[in-house]
C-alpha cells in the first residue's frame, strides 16, 4: 500500500468536517445554534444524519469546534506585524488607520462576519463564549493597543493621556460600526452610510490625541 492511499481516507475525511463545521456556522448564525438541528445541517450538505454523527457526537460538539476557531479568527489577531512594538507604535495615526481599516473588511468577510453573528448570539447563552470574547476580542486588543499608546506618549506623538482609556474609546466605536454593518446586510440595506465612519473615526480620534509640534523661532 503506497503513502498517497493511506493518506487519502484521512483527507477526506478532513475534508467532509471542514465542510460540517462550514455548513452548521452558516445555520447557526441565520437561524441560530438553538433553532439549528443535526437533521438540518445534514439537509443542508445532501447527506444522512449518520454522516454527521462520524465526525461530531451532536451539534454542541461542531459548536465546540467553531468556538476554538474563534480564537483564531482574525478579530483577535489585529496586531500580528514581524517588526518591533516600538516601530509600530512610531507608525501613529498609520497604525490606527490599519486597525480600522481591518475591521472594515472583516465586517464584509462571509466567514468572519458569520462567526461575529454566532458570537454576538451565543454570548448570553455559553460562559465559554463569553470568556473567549472578554479575553480574546476585548482584553488581548485592549492591553495591546494601550501599550502603544503609551511608546507613543513617550515618542511625543500623542498627548499624555489615560492609555487604557484611549484603547477603550479608540475600539468601541469599530464595533459599534461592525454590528451596524451586519445589521444592515442582514436586512439587505445599504451599507453606504457606515462605511465611511471606520476612516471619519480615525481622522477624528487622531486629531483629538496629537501631539502639536511646537515650532522654534530660534
Not at 5 to 15: D, I
Request: net charge positive; aromatic share 12%.
Amino acid at each position: 500500500m503506497n503513502e498517497q492511499s493511506v493518506n487519502t481516507p484521512l483527507s477526506k475525511g478532513s475534508k467532509t468536517k471542514e465542510k460540517i463545521v462550514k455548513t452548521a456556522l452558516k445555520l447557526f448564525s441565520a437561524k441560530g445554534f438553538k433553532a439549528t438541528t443535526v437533521r438540518d445541517i445534514a439537509g443542508a450538505m445532501g447527506v444522512k444524519q449518520s454522516a454527521l454523527y462520524n465526525h461530531f457526537k451532536n451539534k454542541d460538539e461542531i459548536l465546540e469546534t467553531l468556538i476554538a476557531d474563534l480564537t483564531s479568527s482574525a478579530i483577535v489577531h489585529l496586531f500580528d506585524s514581524n517588526k518591533e512594538p516600538q516601530e509600530v507604535a512610531k507608525g501613529g495615526k498609520a497604525l490606527l488607520a490599519g486597525i480600522a481599516t481591518k475591521f472594515k473588511l472583516l465586517s464584509f468577510d462571509s466567514q468572519n462576519e458569520a462567526l461575529f453573528k454566532l458570537l454576538m448570539q451565543e454570548m448570553f447563552r455559553n460562559e465559554r463564549v463569553r470568556e473567549i470574547y472578554n479575553e480574546y476580542f476585548y482584553q488581548e486588543n485592549v492591553k495591546k493597543l494601550s501599550s502603544y499608546f503609551f511608546m507613543m506618549m513617550q515618542e511625543e506623538l500623542i498627548k499624555s493621556s489615560d492609555p487604557l482609556l484611549l484603547a477603550n474609546e479608540f475600539f468601541s466605536p469599530l464595533f459599534f460600526y461592525q454590528m451596524q454593518v451586519s445589521l444592515l446586510k442582514m436586512d439587505k440595506k445599504s451599507t453606504s452610510s457606515v462605511v465611511s465612519l471606520f476612516e471619519k473615526h480615525v481622522e477624528l480620534f487622531w486629531d483629538n490625541i496629537k501631539l502639536e509640534k511646537q515650532t522654534s523661532l530660534f
